[in-house]
């Protein structure tokens, strides 16, 4: 019989659906396997072959699992919110919910093609309001919990209402945006709003001052990478830097933590490291120092506290810098300063903080005001300057012009002292230059109360003033971190709603009974004429808190009906648990119960790319460890071990159009080899139209109407196309679809080939190529099925063969070396071919052994041979090590240190055996020639070396 892949993936495609082959329920009796892919945002594009390869390497691990005897999870789904369903919707008036349905079914279409094990009962989608029911419950036990620092966990925030009735702020340590200060009694006669304003302080999700991007004629905030030179990128409207209360998640409470559980997890050392640098754990110190401001011919003192690491550079601080937005800069501000600070501060509003901290700019202002270094005394100029960042520290810095580059690039702009620690140290620009960021030998010594300038290491020196500056009281050890609370507001559509409303101006949650709250119809996506988000549109959106449902806005009265929310969350609302809802998908009573979460427990392996180390996995682990501490996940982290597929670049083809000033004449293109006597101009052509670099000319007249009547200068009757390596993309007609191999070739032969590809890891291109290989493999793996099979005794090799096989493909597996598994299927194949092995049993395991790699003909196999179930249920067999005792060795023969010929013995011989057969074999007597032997020397497993005379 022929291998007709199309009607065996079929088959099995459907037989799989019909007998819900891939449905798992918890069962205590098995252990779990939990594998989990990143899922996808589905776009309108559908899938190319880059996509799934994150999905096959995931779905050959869960087969193999199942095949181990694991209870396996693996399921799919759709990150259906987001932007460019919302970007379609304010372009053509098509409702984001249509179009997302739309790419689903599509992505459906396709990944169903490919045959997946995802137990698709599992399903969710981010858009689903029994989904985002869970997002929103999520959020707003945020909002009603504070962190308590000394558990290191969320608590209630009625413990915090409750420390407050009863000692004010005295012995708190809770995570706070700003810190306060208020007695017991205080509180008690605060009113409602100024109790709530307080609470919002502290709460995990609360409402914040942040800075955005703020486009005006947009009327919307814009994310950074919309936003190029100062302009909207859609329009090029000017976008200024404004704060704005927008909805945060005090993700930097849990910093920490976060630190910690990268030690738990398997993940690979470049990913923990980028977390850990995104997390940015920085150990220094606040020093409080005192300032001077002239204001009518007299000095006003103030205090305040800047953030260093470098505690042992105080004796060269030559001035001071606070952040454009610190506090400071209103008091600080001497009165013949105030036109030029205030031009400044209109400069900065137009600078996104990632200008800020890539432009090496030097911009600054000078306040009038001076600092008092509390170690000598001296008064140091204090200065405003875009380098020093607003959200980090204290946002205020003793600058240290001979130690620290920016400080010193600073100073030499604007003039100002360069002080440096060790006699005759080097500052000049080069030095700098050479040096990225800060000099390092700057050993500082304490002697009465001052500092000299040798002896310490900068690291002892550092701990020696620390001390010193605690035990004066003018600073104390602090720990900071890098990682800022998430912005969680949208001003978009195409999210989920905030279950909010606002009374007198203080968000409240509507009652998680309520929930969920629908996202509400509209009739356009754009923001309002007057600068409201899109949901400014909505019709029936105020909320009756008496009888508890949504209303019309017109009845809004402020008393008993009130506005709702009109921002939407962000992407990463709807990513950030989905993990926890496949365990349960359709429980309407909680995010996941109890018994299947203790279950469960967390994903085992969880499969995607690195592109999201600082987003999803970030907010994903912070979103879990919240629920962790209220028991609704019963692990702290949730993803045991993540591996990350590399990318899968396009190999692009270009044809060569000789160059001409005449436009209307038709275009000539020249072949590859012959391009160079010519000059040409390099053209991607869509490679679907070109067959192992040779292009299908008819195929190319018919691409576009101006080619309909091209010429071509061919090469041996051919057009040869050059190629290059790029992103796979629609724009460089290097995209292939996934359909077209299956079609082509099968769904079995594009899982086999996008693994044998090389290492899941690697970035590699695709390169069409190379697909016969592993297509002429499967045909023959199918063949050797298709002769009479017997159930004699194997023969020895047929057994170290397969038996090789399985030991091979099992420890490949577990190292996600499928490649190098693939290559050991091809020579395993060939050798029982030669062996012309037809043993059942020995057959039977080869077929487990490649049903994770290639399902379709793996059942369909499995059946011919009589099996009744699905060969996803078999067993995955077990190497016999007594097989793969090699019987025989292969030796080098040599005559006087030459080496002539190999020979095999019997694995058992000894070295007096070996010695006679190998002066016996005729081929020795040629060179031995007559002559007498004067040795033999054996040396075991390598080569045998017939001295002679
Ligand atoms: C004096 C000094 C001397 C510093 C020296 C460095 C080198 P990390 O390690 O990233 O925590 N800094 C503090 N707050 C800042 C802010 N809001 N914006 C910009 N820079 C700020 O860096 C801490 C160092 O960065 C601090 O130590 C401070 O400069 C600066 F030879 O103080 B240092």
């Not at 799989?16 to 252990?31: G, L, S």
């Not at 962190?147 to 209630?156: C, H, L």
């Not at 044809?655 to 004449?665: L, P, T």
């Not at 090469?715 to 299956?742: L, Q, R, T």
Request: one cysteine or more; charged letters at 25%.
């Amino acid at each position: 019989m022929e291998y007709n892949f199309t009607e065996i993936e079929k088959k099995w495609q459907r037989k799989w659906v019909e007998k819900q082959t891939y449905k798992v329920q918890e069962d205590k009796n098995r252990e779990k396997f939990y594998v989990l892919n990143m899922f996808p945002y589905p776009s309108g594009a559908g899938l190319h072959v880059g996509h799934p390869l994150g999905y096959i390497a995931s779905d050959i691990y869960a087969r193999y699992k199942r095949l181990k005897g694991f209870n396996v999870l693996n399921p799919m789904g759709y990150d259906a919110y987001g932007l460019p369903a919302e970007q379609y919707a304010i372009q053509t008036g098509q409702h984001p919910a249509i179009t997302t349905e739309k790419n689903i079914t599509r992505y459906r279409e396709q990944l169903d093609k490919i045959g997946f094990s995802f137990d698709w009962d599992r399903e969710v989608r981010t858009c689903d309001p029994k989904y985002y029911h869970w997002t929103q419950w999520a959020f707003q036990q945020m909002f009603n919990s504070c962190y308590d620092n000394r558990q290191q966990k969320a608590v209630p925030i009625k413990q915090l209402i409750r420390h407050f009735e009863e000692e004010g702020t005295l012995n708190l340590d809770v995570a706070q945006g700003e810190e306060k200060m208020f007695s017991a009694r205080d509180w008690m006669s605060m009113d409602e709003k100024e109790q709530q304003e307080i609470l919002m302080n502290y709460r995990i999700a609360y409402l914040g001052e942040t800075m955005v991007n703020w486009c005006p004629g947009l009327g919307t905030v814009l994310a950074n990478d919309e936003v190029v030179d100062g302009v909207s990128e859609r329009g090029g409207f000017p976008v200024i830097q404004k704060k704005m209360k927008q909805w945060c998640l005090r993700v930097s409470a849990y910093a920490q933590r976060m630190l910690d559980g990268l030690d738990k997890v398997q993940w690979s050392d470049s990913i923990k490291e980028t977390q850990r640098n995104w997390i940015g754990r920085s150990e220094g110190t606040e020093v409080e120092f005192k300032s001077v401001t002239p204001v009518d011919g007299k000095e006003v003192e103030n205090a305040f506290t800047i953030f260093t690491t470098r505690a042992d550079t105080m004796f060269g601080v030559t001035f001071m810098v606070l952040a454009p937005e610190s506090e400071l800069v209103e008091k600080l501000t001497t009165a013949e300063q105030r036109k030029e600070v205030e031009e400044y501060l209109t400069y900065v509003k137009k600078r996104t903080e990632l200008d800020r901290m890539s432009d090496r700019k030097v911009t600054g202002v000078f306040t009038g005001s001076y600092g008092i270094n509390p170690l000598t005394g001296e008064k140091l100029p204090i200065w405003i300057s875009e380098y020093v960042l607003s959200g980090y520290g204290t946002g205020a810095i003793m600058a240290v012009p001979a130690h620290d580059s920016r400080d010193y690039a600073f100073a030499k702009h604007f003039n100002l002292p360069i002080i440096p620690l060790i006699e005759g140290a080097d500052v000049s620009e080069e030095s700098f230059d050479a040096k990225e960021g800060t000099v390092i030998n700057s050993p500082v010594k304490e002697t009465e109360g001052c500092f000299s300038l040798n002896g310490l290491s900068v690291k002892e020196a550092i701990a020696a003033t620390k001390k010193y500056v605690t035990d004066k009281g003018i600073g104390h050890v602090k720990v900071n971190y890098r990682l800022r609370d998430a912005i969680f507001s949208r001003q978009r559509y195409w999210g989920e709603p905030f279950p909010v409303y606002y009374k007198d101006g203080m968000p409240y949650m509507i009652p998680t009974d309520c929930l969920p709250l629908e996202l509400p119809e509209i009739d356009k996506f754009e923001p309002t004429e007057s600068g409201e988000p899109p949901l400014g549109r909505a019709k029936i959106w105020a909320w009756d808190e008496a009888n508890k449902k949504l209303v019309d806005k017109s009845l809004i009265d402020n008393k008993t009906i009130f506005p709702v929310e009109l921002n939407t969350m962000p992407g990463f609302a709807g990513s950030s648990a989905y993990y926890l809802r496949y365990m349960d998908p359709h429980n309407d009573e909680a995010l996941v119960g109890k018994e299947a979460d203790e279950y469960w427990q967390n994903v085992d392996l969880y499969v995607g790319g690195t592109e999201h180390a600082t987003g999803h996995l970030i907010y994903s682990r912070f979103w879990n460890k919240f629920l962790h501490d209220y028991g609704y996940s019963c692990k702290e982290e949730p993803y045991e071990k993540l591996v990350n597929q590399g990318m899968i670049q396009g190999r692009s083809n270009f044809v060569y159009r000789i160059n001409s000033d005449d436009h209307s004449k038709d275009p000539v293109f020249v072949s590859l080899g012959l391009k160079d006597q010519y000059e040409t101009t390099p053209i991607h052509v869509d490679v679907n139209i070109v067959h192992g670099d040779i292009l299908d000319i008819e195929a190319f007249k018919a691409w576009r109407p101006e080619y309909n009547n091209a010429e071509f200068i061919l090469e041996n009757d051919k057009y040869v196309c050059g190629w290059a390596v790029e992103k796979m993309s629609k724009s460089m007609f290097n995209v292939v679809n996934p359909d077209v191999i299956i079609e082509q070739y099968g769904a079995d032969t594009l899982r086999l080939y996008e693994m044998f590809l090389g290492p899941v890891e690697a970035s590699k291109p695709w390169d069409t190529n190379g697909i016969d290989g592993c297509h002429r493999f499967l045909k023959k793996f199918w063949k050797i099925y298709q002769q009479e099979l017997t159930d004699d005794e194997p023969s020895k090799e047929s057994l170290k063969s397969v038996h090789k096989l399985i030991k091979k493909v099992s420890g490949d597996i577990e190292q996600f070396s499928y490649n190098t598994a693939i290559s050991a299927f091809m020579i395993c194949v060939n050798e029982l071919g030669q062996q012309k092995c037809n043993n059942r049993s020995l057959l039977k395991d080869m077929l487990i052994l490649i049903a994770p790699f290639a399902p379709h003909i793996a059942e369909e196999l499995w059946e011919t041979l009589g099996q009744k179930e699905s060969i996803c249920d078999a067993k995955w067999p077990q190497w016999n090590e007594a097989y793969l005792i090699e019987s025989e060795v292969q030796l080098t023969i040599s005559f006087n240190g030459k080496a002539r010929f190999q020979m095999t013995f019997p694995a058992d011989a000894g070295k007096e055996e070996i010695e006679k057969i190998a002066v016996a074999d005729e081929r020795s007597q040629k060179y031995i020639d007559g002559k007498t032997i004067i040795k033999v020397i054996v040396v075991p497993k390598k080569i045998v070396n017939i001295v002679c005379k």
